[in-house]
């Protein structure tokens, strides 16, 4: 029982930050403005640990590495402390190729909830104060889908279908998280 409360609150804290670093990575690098409630809510949570990493990690490529760097870190240390508590294998190796293949699962999420935020925010308030980051987030990969089908009448087909392709590349992520894990 002890060991189940140990993960679980480890789970639940990790997964709070990295998704934060995640995030933070995310809206810089779609170019996301960090002035709303959205994008505030993610700094603040995250200078306390990003911020310092910035001094020892440098941007890459006008990409903010140190988020990515600390969100990967995070991860690695809640799946270390997880196969601890559990008693796993602890193989560093695959515990840093798990939590590299985390990082990418948590950024399909975030991408599938901002896809399902953009459609609800369409059609119930498209003049909300965050309808524009949720939009600003999914633009970039529904414009291209867009130019494949076009809006049917006024119905566009566009976030159904990146939803679909997301969920795709989800069980592949699935597949490739267990292969790492060596349980597949």
């Given at each position: 029982?002890?060991?189940?409360?140990?993960?679980?609150?480890?789970?639940?804290?990790?997964?709070?930050?990295?998704?934060?670093?995640?995030?933070?990575?995310?809206?810089?690098?779609?170019?996301?403005?960090?002035?709303?409630?959205?994008?505030?809510?993610?700094?603040?949570?995250?200078?306390?640990?990003?911020?310092?990493?910035?001094?020892?990690?440098?941007?890459?490529?006008?990409?903010?590495?140190?988020?990515?760097?600390?969100?990967?870190?995070?991860?690695?240390?809640?799946?270390?402390?997880?196969?601890?508590?559990?008693?796993g294998?602890?193989?560093?190796?695959?515990?840093?190729?798990?939590?590299?293949?985390?990082?990418?699962?948590?950024?399909?999420?975030?991408?599938?909830?901002?896809?399902?935020?953009?459609?609800?925010?369409?059609?119930?308030?498209?003049?909300?104060?965050?309808?524009?980051?949720?939009?600003?987030?999914?633009?970039?990969?529904?414009?291209?889908?867009?130019?494949?089908?076009?809006?049917?009448?006024?119905?566009?087909?566009s976030?159904?279908?990146?939803?679909?392709?997301?969920?795709?590349?989800?069980?592949?992520?699935?597949?490739?998280?267990?292969a790492?894990?060596?349980?597949?």
């Amino acid at each position: 029982m002890l060991g189940q409360l140990g993960s679980f609150l480890v789970d639940t804290v990790v997964t709070f930050f990295v998704v934060l670093a995640v995030a933070r990575f995310l809206l810089q690098w779609l170019r996301v403005s960090f002035h709303n409630q959205v994008g505030e809510f993610v700094v603040l949570t995250t200078n306390w640990f990003v911020k310092p990493a910035r001094k020892v990690i440098p941007a890459v490529a006008g990409l903010d590495a140190a988020s990515i760097a600390c969100a990967w870190l995070l991860q690695l240390a809640g799946l270390w402390l997880h196969a601890m508590i559990a008693g796993g294998d602890r193989a560093l190796l695959a515990l840093c190729a798990v939590a590299l293949i985390e990082l990418l699962r948590y950024a399909i999420y975030i991408l599938v909830f901002s896809v399902i935020m953009q459609v609800v925010f369409s059609w119930v308030n498209p003049y909300a104060p965050l309808a524009p980051v949720f939009d600003s987030i999914t633009r970039p990969f529904l414009r291209p889908i867009r130019k494949l089908i076009p809006p049917i009448g006024s119905i566009d087909l566009s976030p159904a279908v990146f939803f679909i392709l997301l969920q795709l590349v989800l069980i592949a992520v699935n597949y490739l998280s267990f292969a790492a894990a060596g349980i597949g």
